[in-house]
């Protein structure tokens, strides 16, 4: 089955700890993004990347990074420097097409809860 | 102001209306719109697509009018089972989609 992937599910930290959020997409879709959700709000661009070794921040890049080694894989670290990372949140992917792109498909999500 | 807006709600309506959401936009760099649907605790999911001659599928229609900034969406004999989040999006050619907040529908028997 084709899809994006997001692990775990539910994740809890300490404050002050760095953690780190899987997405793996078998799309071979060439674009992947990070979004936040917080509670009664629409979501929020973190990161996002066309292409893999390059990426550029969205709207609220501050706290985070990426890296996009490979193709399939997109992973986010929230820092100690988010200030407020309690939030759901939800990779996406597109293909890049000739016309522009495709439609966006995202993950399941992982609802992150800093203690 | 935010660059994609919509009425919040809630919307709280009988099974069998209609219903209909708005939402304006204001990035000209837009151009492509979408309505996902999104489920409590769950991830959204897209719903239709929006053009200027507007679409239709099934229950649902959308449209866009690119002079006001404006999109649309048309729920017809509502269905307990449309009861969700519906969030409008813009998206640049470059890929990077910018979300409303959501509308949030309640379709009760």
């Known amino acids: 089955d084709g899809g994006i992937t997001q692990s775990p599910k539910y994740l809890f930290r300490k404050e002050g700890q760095n953690v780190t959020l899987s997405c793996e997409q078998n799309?071979?879709?060439?674009?992947m993004y990070w979004y936040r959700q917080d509670p009664g709000q629409g979501l929020r661009l973190i990161y996002y990347?066309?292409?893999?070794?390059?990426?550029q921040k969205g709207d609220i890049a501050e706290g985070y990074s990426v890296s996009r080694e490979k193709k399939e894989s997109f992973p986010l670290t929230v820092t100690s420097a988010q200030k407020n990372p309690t939030a759901f949140y939800l990779c996406?992917?597109?293909?890049?097409?000739?016309?522009?792109?495709?439609?966006?498909?995202f993950g399941p999500g992982t609802r992150l809860t800093v203690l | 102001r935010k660059e994609v807006e919509q009425d919040p709600g809630p919307f709280n309506v009988p099974e069998g209306a209609t219903v209909a959401f708005n939402c304006t936009y204001s990035?000209?760099?837009?151009?492509?719109f979408f309505w996902y649907r999104q489920d409590c605790r769950k991830e959204p999911k897209l719903l239709m697509s929006?053009?200027?001659s507007g679409n239709e599928d099934g229950r649902f229609t959308a449209q866009l009018n690119r002079a006001s900034q404006y999109i649309s969406l048309l729920i017809r004999d509502s269905k307990l089972s449309d009861s969700a989040t519906y969030l409008c999006?813009?998206?640049?050619?470059?890929?990077?989609?910018?979300f409303g907040d959501g509308t949030t529908l309640t379709v009760k028997p």
């Open positions: 990035n000209s760099a837009s151009q492509s």
């Open positions: 990347s066309q292409i893999v070794n390059d990426f």
């Open positions: 996406a992917s597109t293909a890049l097409l000739a016309g522009g792109p495709g439609e966006q498909f």
């Open positions: 999006v813009g998206r640049t050619n470059a890929g990077k989609s910018t």
């Open positions: 799309l071979n879709h060439d674009a």
């Open positions: 929006v053009y200027s």
